[in-house]
């Protein structure tokens, strides 16, 4: 059973940083996508990052310049700086087998495997 376990996250100051990690368990030699999105209270789900299976990365406009997402073996991680209270959300490590996305972010709906989610919260 392939398994998606995020780590990190948490409460920071406006300007501060923080790094998600996403560690990956089971039998699956790759993923052809994987993402972090996140969701705010009572509304749907946002993509912040696609990283392809060669590295290539795309950004949402709101976190570009700020968001550095990277895959390693087995692992996916986010590294957030110049954070703003606007970016306080639940963010979820997700992936999929079945796309590739060089050039776009995918929609949430089309990933098959989700981490359990971590809150990241931002304080004026």
């Known amino acids: 059973q392939v398994q998606l376990a995020q780590s990190g996250g948490g409460s920071v100051k406006a300007g501060g940083s923080l790094r998600l990690s996403c560690a990956i368990s089971?039998?699956?030699?790759?993923?052809?996508?994987m993402a972090w999105i996140r969701q705010y209270p009572g509304k749907g789900r946002e993509a912040v990052a696609n990283?392809?299976?060669?590295?290539s990365t795309v950004y949402a406009d709101s976190v570009k310049g700020r968001f550095t997402a990277s895959r390693a073996w087995r692992a996916h991680y986010l590294d957030m700086t110049s954070l703003e209270p606007a970016d306080s959300a639940m963010y979820y490590c997700?992936?999929?087998?079945?796309?590739?996305?060089?050039?776009?972010?995918?929609?949430?709906?089309?990933?098959?495997?989700w981490g359990q989610g971590t809150q990241v919260t931002v304080s004026s």
């Open positions: 089971g039998d699956i030699d790759r993923f052809d996508c």
């Open positions: 997700a992936a999929t087998t079945k796309m590739n996305c060089k050039t776009a972010l995918l929609s949430a709906d089309l990933f098959d495997y």
């Open positions: 990283t392809d299976w060669d590295g």
